[in-house]
């Protein structure tokens, strides 16, 4: 038994003991208050039913839209239900990919004012926070809810440190994939989905000469998703698992080639008013028949599919949209997990601990993965819930080469993914190859030895 799960009995027992002497009555009561969320004082032993009435859950995430908010109302509306003494209160912060919301919670932490949990990919995002001393090591919550026996091992390899675990995945993700209208393609004589690079480069041609968008993209953070799925389709799963290492050179004739293709995409191939567009808007350019492609994640299916449940927009995978793997990356996962962490100090804590045991349980991962358009980070889920999308990638997941995403939090830290971020805005701006991947080469001699 972990020191953690020993001290949470310890403090029960003793409550229970004193309670017992003095009336029966009291015991019912602890009965009841610990029966609850388990919020006030970690160890006040005089919390009262009225430090109850003052609990709250404060979780801190981006899921404003789409899929991610439907996903998000199902499980506060379980955790609302099963805690009625400690509503839920949702800090989202809106901007795909948390473009807007990592800065806000850098801040809160920074000013000792953490939420009581907050989304945080697993791989080298997660590790900022370890390493700068934010959240805790929560291996007593793994033991109690036997989470190790059910989560991947690659995954949890991804959230551990000097052999600690320090977040509950909700969810894998994978970010290389090409999403397709079929009636475009048909309406443009793209008999099949592309696969190879050659292949996409003639269906872009076909498209733009069918007088649609050849691919849509959004704001900046959505380009860089797509120039990672072009990098691995140049690079390959290897090439790619080799910029991330200590010493990486990014220099080579691959990346070259990657941020041409990179280039060819940009310069003739999307919309010019990817600027202002998010990836809702991107996505919808494909299902609404005016764009061709859209290469995303795939909370893209959670955005497309789905009951109109929040602003999700109930079309058919396989017939209103169609997806394969992004150009050369077919056989590759480019994944990303979403996970949620303890904050030292949160104003909630016990709150919070039970949060991650109910985000980690069958229940919520399967309420929340199918709205969400995730495959679940548990093994022994059911797959009968999940859409036609999510369950081949459910067989994807286990037969592919994995490869880390940059974009969504696994492949490198935040200062290194930052520096990346402003190389890509001054590319985006003069569309200079050769010095794009200058400073690409400059932040991996600044940032790999340390990522
Ligand atoms: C990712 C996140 C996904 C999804 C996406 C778009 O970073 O992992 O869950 O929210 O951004 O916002």
Redesign the pocket.
């Known amino acids: 038994m972990s020191d953690e799960t020993m001290k949470h009995r310890e403090v029960r027992t003793s409550r229970v003991k004193r309670g017992a002497v003095v009336l029966g009555l009291i015991v019912l009561a602890l009965v009841v208050a610990l029966s609850t969320a388990g919020c006030g004082k970690k160890k006040s032993s005089t919390s009262t039913t009225s430090a109850m009435g003052n609990c709250k859950l404060s979780v801190f995430s ?2 404003t839209g789409g899929g ?1 908010a439907a996903g998000l109302d199902a499980l506060i509306k379980i955790w609302n239900k099963d805690n009625p003494d400690c509503p839920f209160v949702n800090e989202t912060v809106a901007g ?3 473009s807007n919301a990592k800065a806000v919670l850098a801040k809160r932490l920074q000013n000792n004012n953490p939420p009581d949990s907050f989304q945080g ?1 697993a791989g080298k995002e997660l590790l900022d926070y370890i390493k700068a001393d934010q959240i805790e090591p929560i291996d007593f919550i793994y033991n109690d809810n036997g989470f190790r026996d059910v989560m991947p091992k690659t995954l949890l390899d991804q959230i551990s440190y000097k052999g600690h675990l320090y977040s509950v995945p909700v969810n894998i ?1 994978r970010a290389n994939i090409l999403w397709y209208s079929p009636s475009v393609l048909k309406k443009a004589g793209i008999a099949t989905p592309p696969k190879t690079w050659d292949e996409f480069i003639a269906a872009l041609d076909k498209a733009k000469a069918a007088g649609v968008i050849p691919l849509a993209v959004g704001e900046q953070w959505t380009q860089q998703h797509l120039l990672e799925t072009v990098m691995i389709g140049a690079l390959g799963a290897d090439g790619w698992a080799n910029l991330w290492v200590k010493g990486a050179d990014w220099s080579g004739a691959g990346v070259t080639k990657a941020l041409d293709r990179y280039k060819t995409l940009l310069t003739t191939y999307t919309n010019s008013d990817s600027a202002t567009l998010t ?1 809702q808007d991107a996505g919808k350019l494909v299902v609404d028949g005016k764009a061709a492609f859209n290469i995303m ?1 795939d ?1 893209q299916d959670g955005y497309f599919s789905g009951s109109l449940k929040g602003d999700n927009l109930a079309k058919k995978p396989n017939v209103d949209y169609g997806w394969v793997a992004v150009p050369d990356t077919d056989g590759v996962f480019d994944w ?1 997990s ?1 996970s949620f962490t303890l904050p030292k100090g949160a104003p909630h804590r016990d709150a919070a601990v039970k949060w991650l045991g109910f985000l980690g349980s069958k229940q919520a991962q399967d309420t929340f993965n199918p709205l ?1 358009g ?1 495959i679940p980070a548990r093994t022994d889920t059911d797959p009968s819930l999940y859409d036609a999308y999510l369950q081949w990638n459910l067989e994807q997941w286990k037969n592919d080469q994995l490869a880390c995403s940059l974009t ?2 696994c492949a490198a830290s935040n200062a290194w993914t930052a520096d990346i971020g402003t190389a890509l805005g001054l590319f985006l701006q003069d569309k200079d190859v050769a010095k794009f991947q200058n400073a690409l080469v400059k932040a991996a001699k600044k940032y790999s030895a340390t990522n």
């Open positions: 981006w899921w991610e795909g990919a948390g990919h993700h990836w994640g909370w990303l979403d969400k995730s969504h939090g």
